[in-house]
């Protein structure tokens, strides 16, 4: 499991503020006494002075802590494929960037997103800026991030040309979002040609920690309006996974966590407190066996509603 740091920097949907920095520092230095290790950024998150927020707070606990496990320490980022981001120097250097923030070399980068749906050919260049950064030795590994099977392909086949593999594949993958392995199949894609899949979102927002309900207090602005929407269509999952988690006497998140790993993904869920870095530790260390998992398969299959895809998802 890893740790996604979306929300630090985050305003408009997490509601960051640099108060909470002692705390995100806290859950850093938990989440990698714990063995999380791999801590997965981008170069969008965090917006106007807030640009690079969540890069440059990475770069400086790392730099701060001093505990066990430091030296199995992975930094993922994640670079934007901007509109006016045209060529492969233009990767390069938004990858030097996101080095210079973090202030240590980049172990993983990858590209948010494919950029198929709406100006496909912009991709190439992008990718061969990632293949360039591999090539200097500025990072460790490449992946990619909302490629779909097709263009997943592609991109394989573009590198592995020169020499250049793809470590890992970034997808919106919950029990509320089985989209990318049920209907995309990319588990068999990634399985083929050796890639790790990784779950970003997997825990839906928050809808999938048993904290929200019908009626209840909802978080504001862009989450409370989702939650609307998808909360009464999917009560039977919510049920089930409570069921679960009273035997398994487990919290509904560590639920949804396992079921992620049982599925052979890496799950990348956030934390902005300590408490929240200690339930997603919780999720490690035993496994849901395969009358749970297939419990928990039917019941999201079934459910009425589902998390809105990603509109950078290509296929």
């Known amino acids: 499991m890893g740790c996604g740091t979306?929300?630090?920097?985050?305003?408009?949907?997490?509601?960051?503020?640099?108060?909470?920095d002692q705390e995100l520092q806290a859950v850093f230095n938990r989440c990698?006494?714990?063995?999380?290790?791999?801590f997965d950024t981008g170069d969008s998150y965090g917006t106007g002075r807030l640009n690079g927020r969540s890069e440059s707070l990475l770069g400086q606990f790392a730099k701060d802590y001093a505990g066990?496990?430091?030296?199995?320490?992975?930094?993922a980022t994640k670079l934007a494929a901007y509109p006016w981001r045209l060529t492969r120097g233009a990767m390069v250097k938004a990858g030097k960037a996101s080095a210079e923030r973090l202030g240590r070399p980049v172990d993983l980068v990858q590209m948010h997103w494919s950029t198929a749906n709406y100006a496909p050919w912009q991709e190439n260049a992008l990718?061969?800026?990632l293949g360039d950064l591999y090539e200097q030795g500025l990072v460790k590994g490449v992946g990619l991030s909302n490629f779909g099977p097709k263009r997943l392909r592609l991109a394989h086949q573009r590198?592995?040309?020169?020499?250049?593999p793809i470590a890992t594949l970034q997808v919106q993958y919950s029990l509320l979002s089985t989209y990318p392995v049920t209907d995309l199949r990319l588990d068999k894609?990634?399985?083929?040609?050796?890639i790790r899949l990784i779950a970003?979102?997997?825990?839906?927002?928050?809808?999938?920690?048993?904290?929200?309900?019908?009626?209840?207090?909802?978080?504001?602005?862009?989450r409370g309006l989702v939650f609307r929407q998808l909360l009464p269509g999917i009560?039977?999952?919510?049920?089930g996974m409570n069921a679960i988690a009273t035997r398994r006497d487990k919290t509904p998140a560590q639920i949804a966590l396992n079921w992620c790993i049982c599925k052979g993904t890496i799950p990348i869920p956030g934390a902005k407190t300590v408490q929240q870095a200690e339930q997603n530790l919780g999720a490690l260390g035993w496994q849901l066996d395969e009358g749970e998992v297939a419990e928990l398969d039917r019941l999201a299959a079934r459910s009425d509603k589902k998390m809105v895809q990603n509109i950078f998802q290509s296929r």
């Open 200 to 222: 970003y979102s997997p825990l839906g927002l928050g809808l999938l920690t048993g904290k929200y309900a019908v009626g209840g207090t909802l978080p504001k602005g862009l």
């Open 189 to 194: 894609v990634c399985d083929e040609l050796g």
């Open 6 to 20: 979306w929300a630090w920097g985050n305003r408009l949907l997490w509601g960051y503020d640099p108060s909470m």
């Open 68 to 75: 066990s496990n430091q030296e199995r320490l992975c930094i």
């Open 235 to 239: 009560q039977p999952l919510l049920e």
């Open 32 to 38: 990698v006494s714990g063995g999380v290790t791999l």
């Open 159 to 164: 590198l592995a040309a020169r020499g250049v």
């Open 127 to 129: 990718l061969d800026g």
